[in-house]
């Protein structure tokens, strides 16, 4: 059955529309004014911090508020312990921030130690069955020796038993290989907040003014996963005026970067040494932080890689001096 419209209904979904879009405007004696909500904040607060990167600034804080949910909430719940125990726990850098954590920000450790024993329960049963299954294996390496059976393999003769039981022992390991709660959640909060960024650059005027005079771009891995994420869900014309923006801050705060450290270069040499030092003087550590960012989570890596792999060209780039 047809559903039909009344012109009442469409006037009224027209004027819903056109408040939908301007809801992020509004006007103060004759000036209009941009206005923020509550995915935007975040985004200005961190432009205003004025760090090298600010998606990194707020993945930082949003990994803090990870770690501290997790000891305050989550360890102790039966469902998210629960949870976090079917993903086979974290990766090796979560693993050892949760570490830091407890011993430097909150002393209890209970939770993890509840969480840790099911999660070294499950490997310490799965091996155990693969002792079993292996016993006649292991019984043909004690009478011929270890030797023999090598050299057996080196000569082709049955290598199917040992190969079979690597085989094994790498298909177990490898079912304990999941992907970390932790950084699973950072790649979609991260995700979303390259969302935003993007309509905040293409929607908002006063935003662009204040993001290329008070920001100093982004991160190299946040850069290419913007401009990954962005040619993903943009349209071409969209997507034109996104690098237009983009692009050109990047480039001019690489030379800062590149400039600032040939003049730490520079006071290095003893001809010079004399010479006060001024903003370079910690910019060993903000390159670091512009090249590779401050957030170690698996998925920016991941899809850093991806770009490479897909937008690199295969020719080598000759460096512009």
Known sequence: MAVRFSKRDCASSERIVHQ??????????????????????????????????PLCWLTEKEEIRFLESFYSEGVMNPWYRAKIIHTRG???????????????????KLGLALVLENLV???????????????????VWRRRGIKATFKGILLKKNP???HRFAGNVFANLRSFDTQCPACKSLEESDTSRIDTLTKMLLHRQGFV????????GLCLPHFNKTILVASERLRQHDFATFVEILLPLQVKHLKRIRFE???????YDYRFANEPIGSEADIVERATRKLKGTSHYGPIAARF??????????????DDE
């Open 20 to 53: 939908t879009h301007s809801s992020n405007k509004t006007t103060v004696g004759g000036d209009t004014v941009e206005k923020s909500d509550i995915l935007s904040l975040p985004i200005e607060d961190a432009v205003k911090a004025s760090t090298e990167c």
């Open 90 to 108: 974290f990766c090796s850098y979560h693993s050892h921030r949760l570490l830091w954590f407890v011993e430097e920000v909150c002393p209890e």
């Open 121 to 139: 329960r499950e490997p310490l049963i799965s091996l155990q069955k693969l002792l079993k299954e292996s016993r006649g294996l292991l019984d």
């Open 160 to 162: 199917e038993s040992l």
């Open 209 to 216: 003014r204040i993001f290329k005079e008070e920001s100093k």
């Open 261 to 267: 450290l040939k003049e730490r270069i520079r006071k």
């Open 305 to 318: 890689q991806m770009v490479e792999e897909q937008f690199m060209p295969h020719n080598e780039m000759n």
